[in-house]
C-alpha cells in the first residue's frame, strides 16, 4: 500500500534515507523489510524551538508494493513549423518563455522577440558592469535570455495559488534540468549558476519544435489598424505580422511604456516599493535564526541551509518590509542605463557565499511622488514636458508615467551620491538610522565597490525617515539585527513596475487594442518567476481559446 506520512526529524536525518525509513516503520508499525522506498511531498525547518531545530516532512512511502518514482507529468509539445496560427512574445523572461511553451502545447507557433542577448552572451556584459562600470543598455541583469530572474537569484517561491498551477510551472523546470527537491521544498530556489543551463533547454526545445527566436531586436513600434494590433516593428527596422501579441517586457523596459504613452495607448502609474538593500554576514543571521551562540566560530553545520528571514513593519501607516531575500547571495549592480544606480541580490545554488541580503523598501504611491517633485523642484523625463501631473478641467490627472519618473530620478540621485561607474552609497545600520557617514565598512560583496554617504541625501525624507524606524523595529523583532555589522546599500527600486498596463479581466486583451496582451511583472500582473510563468500561460490559453 501506500501511505502518506508526516514526520520530524532532526537536521542531520532529514537527508539520509536509512534513517526516514526507520521513522517510516516506526510510525507504520510495519517492518523495515516491507518498506520499499518513499519520496517527499513536502519539507520545511521548524526553528522555533530555542534548544532543538526540527525538520518537517511530509512523504509518501511504499508498504509491502513496489516502490515508483515520483510522477512527473512530462509536458508534450507539437510541432508548429507550419501552424497557420502565430503569435508574437515580446520579451524571453519567464513569462514569454512560459507562454511560448504553452503554445506549443496548443499547437500555436510562438515567436519570441528579445531585446537582449542570450543567456550566454549575457555573461560578458554583467563581468563589464561589475568590473569596469560599463553598462550596455540591451544586456544586463534585466534585459536577455531569461529575464531579470535568471542573474538574480531563481527563486521559485509564491503565494499566488489561485493564478495558474505552481506545480505544473516547478515540473516544467524540473522538465529542463532543474533539481527534483523543487518540487517539495517549502521555499524552492533554483540558483544563478545553474538556471542559464535550464533557459537555454527550454529555448532549445522551443526552437526544435517550429517557435522562432529573435535576439538583440528591440521592438519600437506596434503597427496598429482599426484599434487592433497587426505587426510590431524592431530598432532594425523588421516588421513581424503574427495573429496576436503578448507584451512580456518586464518592469524595467520603460521605453515600451514610453512608447505606450506616446501612442495614446492606455497606461496607468502603478503604487510600487523603493528602499535600499542591506547586507549582513551570513553567520550573524544564521545565529539568529537557528538560536545559536552569537559567537561566529560556532556555525549552523552542514545539515542546515543559510538561515533567511521575512519582515514587515507598519511605521505611521506605511509598510516597510524585506523583499527578495538572498541567504548566502551577492549584491549585483542591477541598472538598465548610464547614470542610473540600481542594486538587486542573487544567490548561488548552494548559498555558500559568507554574506546574506534582502531588499528593505517603503511602499510609494502617486501622491508620495507628487510631493516629491514639488518639493524638491526635481527634473522629470522630457515626454510629460516637466509636468508631474495634467489639469483636465478641474480634475487633476496624474501623468502615467509618473510613479517611473520618480524611480529614475533616486537612481540618478544616487548614481551621483556613489560618484559613478556604479560604485553605490552605503553606510553602516546604525550609522544609517542615526545620521552619520560610516568612517570604514565591513566588506561588502558589491563588486562595483561602496562609497561612504548620508543616505538621507538620495532617498526621499519619507523612505529615509520609514526605513530607519523599521530598522529598529527589526531589531526588536529579531536580536542582533540592528548591529553596525550590516552594510545599507542604495538604492534598491526595480521591486515591481511603476506602470500598469491594462487589460480587460475576460479577453485579457489591452481594453482599448484588439489582440494586445499584456503580460506578466512589466504590465503589474505578476511578481516573481513562478507567477510571472503562470500568467504567461494563462494568456496563451486565452489566446488559444481554451479558457
Known sequence: ??????????????????????YIAKETGKSKTIINGFYKLKQSIDARSPRQIWINITLLAFIDEPFSQRPLAAIRFKNVTHSPKKVIIVGAGPTGLFAALQLLELGIKPILIERGKDVRARRRDLALLNKEGIINPESNY????????????????TRSNKRGNINRILNLFVQFGAEEKILYEAHPHIGTNKLPDIITAMREAILGYGGEFLFEQKVTDFIIEDNAIICVKTFAGIVINADAVILATGHSARDIF????????????????????????QALIDSIQYNLPASTSLLRGEHLPPASYSLVEQVNGRGVFSFCMCPGGIIAPAA????????NGWSPSKRNNPYSNSGMVVTVDEKDAEEYFKKFSVDRLPNTNGNASAINGNRLTVNPLLLLQFQQAIEQRCYQLGGGQFVAPAQRMEDFCNGKVSANFPTCSYVPGIKAADLGEALPPFIHKTLQQGFKAFGRKMKGYYTNEAVVVATESRTSS????????????????????????GAGYAGGIVSAAMDGERVALMIAGVI
Open 498 to 521: 511603476p506602470v500598469r498596463i491594462p487589460r480587460d479581466n475576460e479577453s485579457l486583451q489591452h481594453p482599448q487594442i484588439k489582440n494586445l496582451y499584456p503580460c506578466g511583472e
Open 258 to 281: 514610453e512608447l505606450l504613452y506616446h501612442k495614446n495607448i492606455l497606461i496607468e502609474a502603478k503604487p510600487f516599493a523603493l528602499g535600499v538593500r542591506i547586507e549582513h554576514p
Open 336 to 343: 538598465t542605463a548610464a547614470n542610473e544606480l540600481v542594486v
Open 1 to 22: 500500500m501506500q501511505q502518506q506520512l508526516s514526520i520530524k526529524v532532526k537536521p542531520h536525518e532529514a537527508e539520509d534515507n536509512s534513517i526516514l525509513i526507520d
Open 142 to 157: 534585466c534585459f536577455g535570455e531569461g529575464g531579470a530572474g535568471t542573474y538574480s537569484d531563481g527563486k521559485l517561491y
